[in-house]
């Protein structure tokens, strides 16, 4: 992490003469509008610096971004990247903005490129990883799910994540290993019994699906099913939610789903 602040310093300042920084274009706002309506204005000034282009942009950017307008974000990340191409800090700030509005192949060749440069950068590697899965991608997704774990072993996300990703390509010993790596870890978490019930439902033992999925709904709670996105994001760590499954489903068509193949299909 502090290596991709100090790259994204250095792409700002370097190598740029020593008065380009007298003509800073200050245009953070006192909210996200008015950053915008600012940067644009330095933007579309012919006197602008080439320095203050770029800090309009990042700005720009982030403000676009913080409102969700994801596609304004990328265009303004893709216009840095034209201005000072093959900086793995814009391509990181293009990447997020990419893997959020769900735009995965795109996110991919951005996240792959600053994985170029920091191979061992484990968030990088599991949103790539995300990313992939929600493409069906499902082998490179395993891929670089188990590289995440062998670099943080303590990520406890990854341990699930690569289950579901072992069910989609239907190695359900290898799904239920990690289920119980998950569940040792994180006994009252609820994702633990929906990984433990999906791989059961993925060798059609019902009975034990139906099992575990009653016991993550009785330790997530009544709303547990149609809160999971909700909870999913206050986990945090740039992970978005698990897609497709389980979220929109009450407690009693749990039980049906698991009886429909389309519906088992995880993340």
Same mark, same amino acid.
């Given at each position: ?58 700005? %720009?950017?982030? $403000? *676009? ?7 304004? =974000?990328? /265009? +303004?990340? &893709?216009?840095? #990247? !034209? ?44 949103? %790539?990883?995300? $990313? *992939? ?7 490179? =997704?395993? /891929? +670089?799910? &188990?590289?995440? #774990? !062998? ?44 990984? %433990? ?11 034990? =699906? ?7 709904? !009785? ?44 519906? %088992?299909?995880?993340?």
């Amino acid at each position: 992490m502090l290596k991709r602040k100090l790259r994204l310093i250095c792409f700002l300042v370097w190598p740029l003469p020593v008065h380009a920084h007298e003509g800073h274009a200050m245009c953070a706002g006192s909210s996200h509008e008015q950053t915008i309506k600012q940067c644009t204005a330095v933007l579309g000034s012919k006197s602008s610096t080439r320095h203050n282009r770029l800090h309009a942009l990042l700005d %720009r950017g982030g $403000a *676009y971004t913080r409102l969700e307008n994801f596609d304004a =974000a990328v /265009r +303004d990340y &893709t216009a840095l #990247i !034209e201005i000072v191409p093959g900086t793995s800090a814009a391509h990181s700030l293009r990447a997020h903005a990419l893997f959020t509005a769900k735009r995965f192949d795109e996110a991919i060749e951005d996240l792959s490129f600053v994985l170029g440069e920091e191979p061992e950068n484990t968030l990088y590697l599991r949103m %790539r990883a995300q $990313a *992939y899965g929600s493409t069906d991608r499902h082998e490179d =997704a395993l /891929r +670089d799910w &188990t590289r995440s #774990i !062998e670099l943080a072993p303590e990520n406890d996300w990854a341990v699930l994540q690569r289950g579901f990703t072992y069910i989609a390509l239907g190695n359900f010993k290898a799904a239920f290993t990690d289920a119980d790596e998950y569940s040792r870890r994180a006994p009252n978490d609820p994702f633990g019994h929906i990984l %433990r019930g999906a791989v059961h439902a993925g060798l059609e033992d019902f009975d034990l =699906a139906m099992a575990s999925l009653d016991q993550a709904a !009785e330790l997530g709670g009544s709303d547990f099913v149609r809160n999971l996105q909700t909870h999913l994001q206050e986990r945090g760590d740039y992970e978005g939610p698990i897609d497709g499954i389980y979220n929109d489903l009450t407690r009693s068509s749990l039980r049906m789903c698991l009886k429909v193949p389309e519906c %088992r299909r995880p993340i």
